[in-house]
């Protein structure tokens, strides 16, 4: 059964074409991946199908009666209100199903109706609650609280953070409250654009399961090509704003289109002869020019008027393409990282960790989200003290630094300036070409940093990073907003770099591409995995199911009341404590980025022209900055 179809769909911003006449089905429990370069309007085509954007050419038809659930790559949180709900996590985990609520809340009020009823009341409060409890029982009343919590927890909510006001909550964060609510709700047709961006690798697994096994249609926008092929059955390849539907997963569907390809070359080339050997024809009976010759040319030229021309294939998008160049050669010891230990007042991430690595390794840091693998990479480029511990680097040793959130951009510069600005020694030529390698041609170059997509914000951040010679990278989720293509490219020039890497990445793709040792943060301290991507997976498959055995084993002793009382008392001043040390943290954030505010406008207006002024402003700007950096990693540890 058919459950979605689209026909000759199109949309355009002014006269530039962003899709044309895309038309496909979808059946009723296909789960659809769709690929694209950025921009090439995926998600552009999500909101087309579900309302939110009106289509400038075609239709969406939806089966009658089917529900449709969307969440979007940077969707705010929307926040339901009125009723018992507040805006809590938990509570708004329950919205997500309204009618269960309600129907909750009449039967408590019900029951106290019931108590002191008689008569005719009595019959119809009777009669309504036993209505109203069979529909909540049927709905799955009885067990939507605790499958609440059960979603919550797998996407990283830990009991603590149920009762946390939303507004209180990182974006990511957000973003995941966002899928779980989505999930819940188990929509006919989900649709997700980028679900596993702020997603850590146990919660990733356990998304792909879901998804895998959902027995209604699924339409998912990713960049994730390991998640993927886990995930989808059918591939929507969208270029030169026009899209096919495969009937196969991601790494089939590269090699069924790269097959595609292939042969309309050949069958455009074989035509091409063919026409080319009867123009020949043509032309030299022209030449002799008897009647008998002009009858054959004519006839030849009829019969290349009659081909179907078969139309030539259009190039692949164009992606980024560029190589990292190798500084002076390191000494065979890179790294040597000896008791190293990080904590914040709220928080411990990680004690006493030590590790080696040595000249062409290729070492990805892993853990769950809040284990401190970005925190890590901060304390050895020198951003962040470590509580305690050092580390040393070795002979030789220069660093190239690629930072996930790409704060090393001024919002206020153009894309070629902020090249210049760090590279004064080249000239516009050499920059020019350099920021062409990373798709930024013509007036792309002059654009503003700050309206720069996450996608160029990253290539920007690349084209900077090449520049530099280096022979030690040390990369924090490089792949995060780069299409897939880019991350291909990605992968080549590191394969093809002739250094060392150290490098933190979700991607797992990436990770099975280019690891040759893996060290996963864990319970305050490291695993050491020597070999690639799929040594680190078995191993974390053999320790889950060594923990499962265990836990099957072991019996808990039966602790006394006096005892659990005490527990009890200890866990809520903890948990009290831990709340009002973050409540503190973002306290002081938010009063130190004011006065950031009014420290930078000060010194770039009133102060402009006092140097003494100018100096104590920019010597308290330091100080902030410093302070933020310090809290913004204690925020992320929350």
């Avoid at 979603?151 to 966002?178: H, P, T």
Wanted: hydrophobic share 35%; charged share 35%.
């Amino acid at each position: 059964m058919i459950i979605l179809s689209v026909s000759g769909l199109s949309f355009r911003v002014g006269t530039k074409e962003i899709l044309e006449n895309i038309s496909f089905a979808v059946e009723d429990g296909d789960r659809v991946g769709i690929v694209g370069v950025n921009g090439s309007g995926k998600s552009t085509l999500l909101r087309m199908i579900t309302g939110k954007l009106e289509q400038s050419d075609g239709a969406v038809y939806i089966a009658k009666d089917k529900s449709v659930g969307m969440m979007e790559q940077d969707d705010a949180f929307n926040v339901i209100e009125g009723g018992s709900f507040d805006d809590t996590v938990l509570s708004q985990m329950y919205a997500a199903y309204p009618e269960l609520c309600r129907d909750e809340d009449r039967l408590s009020e019900l029951e106290e109706l019931l108590k002191s009823a008689e008569g005719e009341e009595l019959k119809r409060y009777t009669a309504e609650f036993s209505e109203t409890n069979s529909r909540f029982i049927d709905n799955g009343g009885l067990h939507y609280k605790s499958r609440c919590r059960s979603i919550l927890s797998k996407l990283g909510f830990s009991e603590e953070y149920l009762s946390n006001r939303v507004s209180s909550l990182s974006g990511g964060e957000r973003a995941r409250l966002n899928l779980a609510r989505l999930l819940f709700r188990e929509p006919d047709v989900l649709i997700l654009d980028e679900p596993t961006n702020h997603l850590d690798t146990d919660t990733l697994e356990w998304l792909e399961g879901i998804l895998s096994s959902y027995k209604k249609t699924l339409l998912v926008v990713s960049h994730d090509r390991y998640f993927l092929d886990k995930v989808t059955t059918k591939t929507l390849d969208i270029e030169h704003h026009a899209a096919k539907l495969y009937g196969v997963p991601y790494s089939k569907y590269t090699e069924q289109k790269e097959a595609d390809r292939k042969a309309a070359e050949k069958k455009y080339d074989l035509q091409q002869k063919e026409i080319a050997r009867l123009e020949a024809y043509i032309e030299q009976q022209r030449r002799w020019n008897r009647e008998r010759n002009i009858i054959a040319a004519e006839s030849r030229e009829k019969a290349i008027a009659r081909m179907e021309k078969v139309e030539r294939p259009k190039d692949a998008p164009q992606s980024i393409r560029f190589g990292f160049t190798k500084n002076r050669e390191s000494g065979n010891d890179v790294l040597s990282v000896r008791g190293l230990s990080m904590e914040f007042p709220a928080k411990k991430l990680f004690e006493n960790i030590s590790f080696e690595v040595k000249k062409r390794e290729h070492v990805f840091i892993a853990g769950a989200n809040g284990t401190g693998k970005s925190t890590l990479l901060k304390i050895l480029l020198e951003k962040i003290p470590a509580t305690a511990g050092v580390f040393e680097l070795g002979y030789n040793v220069t660093i190239g630094y690629y930072d996930q959130e790409n704060q090393n951009l001024d919002p206020s510069k153009t894309v070629i300036d902020e090249l210049w600005d760090a590279y004064p020694d080249k000239n516009q030529t050499e920059l020019r070409n350099t920021l062409a390698l990373f798709m930024f041609r013509g007036e792309d170059a002059f654009k503003q940093v700050a309206v720069l997509s996450g996608g160029e914000r990253a290539r920007l951040t690349l084209a900077k990073l090449i520049l530099s010679k280096m022979n030690l990278l040390i990369l924090d989720e490089p792949t995060n907003h780069l299409d897939i293509q880019s991350r291909e490219a990605l992968e080549s020039a590191l394969e093809g770099f002739d250094g060392t890497i150290i490098a933190v990445s979700h991607d797992r793709y990436f990770i099975k591409k280019l690891a040759t040792r893996v060290i996963e943060l864990k319970d305050g301290g490291i695993v050491n995995h020597i070999g690639g991507y799929e040594d680190y997976a078995a191993a974390r498959e053999r320790a889950k199911l060594n923990a499962e055995e265990a836990k099957e084993e072991y019996v808990p002793q039966q602790m006394s009341n006096k005892e659990l009382y005490l527990q009890r008392k200890k866990e809520a001043a903890e948990a009290r404590q831990y709340e009002k040390h973050r409540r503190d943290v973002l306290e002081e954030i938010e009063r130190l980025e004011r006065e950031l505010a009014e420290v930078s406008e000060e010194l770039f207006g009133d102060a402009a022209t006092d140097y003494v002024r100018a100096a104590e402003l920019d010597d308290r700007k330091t100080v902030i900055e410093d302070r933020l950096m310090t809290l913004y990693e204690e925020e992320e540890s929350f």
